[in-house]
């Protein structure tokens, strides 16, 4: 074997010994991950009012999540698609349609979320089985709340265009290091009629929120940021589905809906409760 091909072999068998060596790693952050979301205890991480959610901090080692905020896209980058409705929602967001168009130092964050072993450790901790990611991305990625912007207390959706499947549940990975209280920005949990704010949850560096999505989560966070001018509100923002209907006792609307505003009526933005479904 000539030298210059040798050489190429040997880089090809390192490489995928690297890559060997990246999965083994990538799994095992993925079961610490997981580990947190099985210890989560109830009044502590876990919590069911107004609704079912989990917050848990220091989610990713650390490395992984200074990695994830190395790599999140400037605000000036091409990526972002602007939503500017004055009342309700002002904020930037990636338009993601296919794992190949999230960023390389943010896809393994994606990855774990989105693994056969997230979506058991959540369908066990929030009681719902057959839970699956969503690999179309529609609404899901990066999202980013300059000052003054805000997003109006709603509902979300409830069926997938592509596939028909009901959403089931929401994650959200915060990464704002140096938050402080009077920033404004904090998740905001609400009652079943969307009238009265039950908690606020600060949107802490690496800290992870995921909650029960339904016709009654009303969530929001109304209040105008007050970050920083040179500071941004910034999360990975991931969605799962079942083939399973809503429960009852969480369906107010069985027909497809987009997310509905408690500011325009419990409409969506064009006025409907309902929507056409191809």
Not at 14 to 19: A, D, H, T
Not at 88 to 95: A, C, V, W
Request: proline share 5%; with cysteine.
């Amino acid at each position: 074997m000539a030298q210059e091909d040798e050489d190429f072999f040997v880089k090809v068998q390192l490489k995928k010994i690297r890559s060997i060596m990246n999965q083994f790693e990538l799994r095992s952050e993925a079961m610490q991950c997981v580990r947190k979301l099985n210890d989560a205890t109830i009044d502590k991480e876990f919590f069911t009012d107004p609704f079912k959610h989990v917050v848990i901090d220091d989610f990713f080692s650390e490395n992984f999540a200074s990695n994830l905020l190395d790599n999140f896209p400037d605000v000036d980058e091409s990526v972002w698609e602007i939503t500017n409705d004055d009342d309700i929602e002002i904020k930037l967001r990636t338009n993601w349609s296919s794992e190949f168009d999230v960023p390389d130092g943010i896809i393994d964050a994606v990855r774990i979320l989105n693994s056969s072993l997230m979506l058991r450790a959540m369908s066990t901790l929030f009681d719902i089985a057959k839970l699956v990611p969503d690999p179309y991305y529609t609404g899901g990625g990066l999202n980013v709340t300059v000052n003054s912007g805000l997003l109006g207390v709603h509902v979300d959706g409830n069926y997938h265009d592509a596939t028909g499947l009901n959403r089931r549940l929401n994650a959200i990975v915060y990464l704002n290091p140096g938050w402080k209280e009077g920033w404004g920005g904090e998740f905001g949990l609400y009652n079943s009629t969307g009238d009265e704010l039950i908690k606020k949850v600060p949107p802490l560096f690496n800290r992870l929120v995921i909650f029960d999505t339904n016709d009654f989560s009303f969530h929001g966070l109304p209040d105008p940021l007050n970050f920083p001018l040179d500071e941004v509100r910034k999360s990975i923002i991931l969605y799962y589905y079942t083939k399973e209907k809503r429960p009852e006792n969480q369906t107010s609307i069985d027909r497809p809906h987009s997310a509905l505003w408690k500011q325009r009526g419990v409409k969506d933005k064009k006025g409907n409760d309902t929507r056409r479904f191809e």
